[in-house]
């Protein structure tokens, strides 16, 4: 089983997650991709965090596929960090081969994230390119560190194969969505006195 873990807050799920999902799905050739509805980015302010349970059922809506699964395995396992969540996934899971899905903004981040290196040594990634990021990710700490492990785009639907460190850039068509622009819409910031 090749198996794509896409984990986020997803506040809210939209259409360019899904995006991101069938993108790495396709090319990547993966069997299955499961998202991982997270407790919440520790990099950005909770406090107006939807519940997880309305998060998991948005996000169920938005990912409507035969081979995706919306999980809340980081409920289960009380994981904050994607870290634990890859340890006891490989732990449980041996026969499966994993690889991490990311957005081209969160690969600007990614050197930020508990254990990253150790994150890049666990499962091959994929990074999906998003607006704005096309170029800034590729040069981001976490990216200009793991250089080396690239492969090219040509071979993507080997990532999932390969040991890791191993990693990607999938171009092609982007979202503009954006989970923050959505949110500030839904739910507008208190006015200030």
């Known amino acids: 089983m090749r198996i794509g873990l ?13 995006h991101v999902a069938l993108t790495a799905l396709r ?4 069997d299955r991709v499961w998202w991982t509805v997270t407790p919440g980015n520790p990099l950005k302010d909770r406090s107006r965090l ?24 980081d409920g289960a396992i009380g994981a904050v960090f ?9 732990r449980r899971c041996p026969g499966v081969r994993f690889c991490w899905i990311m957005g081209a903004d969160s690969l600007v981040g990614f050197h930020r994230w508990r254990s990253w290196r150790e994150i890049a040594s666990l499962v ?4 999906v390119d998003r607006p704005g990021w096309t170029l800034r990710a590729p040069h981001s700490p976490a990216a200009v560190a793991l250089a080396e492990a690239r492969l090219p785009e040509e071979v993507a639907s080997d990532l999932v194969d390969r040991h890791a460190p191993a990693w990607t850039f999938l ?23």
């Open 50 to 73: 939807a519940s997880r349970p309305e998060r998991l059922a948005a996000t169920r809506d938005v990912a409507r596929h035969p081979r995706m699964a919306v999980t809340d395995i």
């Open 6 to 18: 896409y984990g986020g807050s997803f506040d809210p799920a939209h259409a360019g997650h899904r």
């Open 27 to 30: 090319r990547l050739g993966l």
């Open 124 to 127: 091959p990634f994929a990074v």
């Open 171 to 193: 171009h092609g068509p982007r979202s503009t969505l954006s989970s923050t622009a959505l949110r500030d819409k839904l739910r507008p910031h208190p006015a200030k006195s």
């Open 82 to 90: 994607t870290v634990d969540t890859l340890r006891f996934l490989l």
